[in-house]
């Protein structure tokens, strides 16, 4: 009796275990999923992913020596078209985290009415402690170990955290260096976010953070309020934050803070974004220092007093720790994956509104669209229509998810997710189970 007594007690001991990135996706697919009763069998086909590849591959160090680096390419759906979804360079990078991120995809390419599913994948390394050179090699290598595993009909890759559009150049020179001659050319669009000179789309770097933008602003119209004043916040000052900013910045609103990997910032009377991105370029990519403002710990990043808060880092950062202490009424949502369940249960009893991930953020994928398409039919978009569809698209997957919300009286994720989710589900239905 006395044993027993004494594993309940460090039972009651025992700290509830820190949630990942699989388990937030999981709950909150799950959620939707029940909302719109789906098919119990479809159910069990969009819980597990399709295919999981993980290489590991060796590269040469400038000094000569040999290391060994982990790469991964998770692909979780092509129920709706091939698999779609970044490479990130971050020491976080793991097979957990590229599952909820493949998950994620799927959801967001099917939300956005693309020929699409899923996929994400990366390298576990710091991509800050290696040169030029040996990012290209270590980023030649892992698109060989990738093999056939990637496609311009099978799955695309596109750049993500730590990775840009040199990196899609050297993916794309790769591969097609892999073909057979006659072939070469019409594997272009194996990858998006390419440079302008490469097959990329003119406007794809900015396509992310102008969907932001977007997204704010058609929140902002259904309110019938302008953006004109509003003060606002970014985490993460990288390519999706620095434009998200700059929009936000053109359209009236005025930056108060920001956070990147190195610090945090802080100017109640407003911080000129141009200034701030400028002071980056010059300083190490890092914004701490800043002159026209003052320094932040990181802690009290997210107390700042602003109307809207974009988080553009990494997933998990608004949690139950810092939920209760946030002061703005619209998180809109320009990472994957910031807001874990239980920060996000708090946040919407606060009536906090949160614009999600899959729809906030979907100009990327959107914008990815939009090369793809340019490379197959061999032609040249210019900046003005890119935007301008852009603009249209975005705004029709906000007005759908936002008009289900009211209908159904629930928040915005659940909302974008039941519409993704049921997409899929359609397609399934409609062209049944391989036996």
Known sequence: MRTITAEVNNTKKKKAPVKGMMDNVMEQFNSAADHIDLHPNIRKILSITNNEIIVHFPVKMDNGEVEIFTGYRVQHNNALGPYKGGLRYHPTVDIDAARALAMWMTWKTSLAGLPYGGGKGGIQLDPSQYSQGELERITRRFTFALADN??????????????????????????????????????????????????????????????????????????????????????????????????MEKEGAKLVAAQDAFGSIRNTNGIKVEDLYNYTRINNGSLTGFPNAFDLDNEKFFTTECDICIPAALGNQITQKNAKSIKAKLIAEGANGPTNVEGEKILLERGVTIIPDILCNSGGVVGSYFEWLQNRNGELWHLDEVMAKLDKKMRESFNKVFDYSEKEGMDLRTAAYCIAIRRIEKAYIQRGIFP
């Open 150 to 247: 990637i496609g311009p009909e099978h799955d695309i890759p596109a750049p993500d955290v730590n990775t840009n559009s040199q990196t899609m150049a050297w993916i794309a020179d790769t591969y097609m260096s892999t073909r057979p001659p006659a072939e070469r050319t019409a594997n272009q669009h194996v990858v998006t976010g390419k440079p302008d000179g490469s097959g990329g789309l003119e406007g794809r770097d900015r396509a992310t953070g102008y969907g932001v933008f977007l997204n704010i602003k058609f929140w902002a119209e259904r309110r019938k309020e302008k953006l004109k004043g509003k003060k606002f916040i970014v985490q993460g000052f990288g390519n999706v934050g620095y434009w998200a900013a700059h929009f």
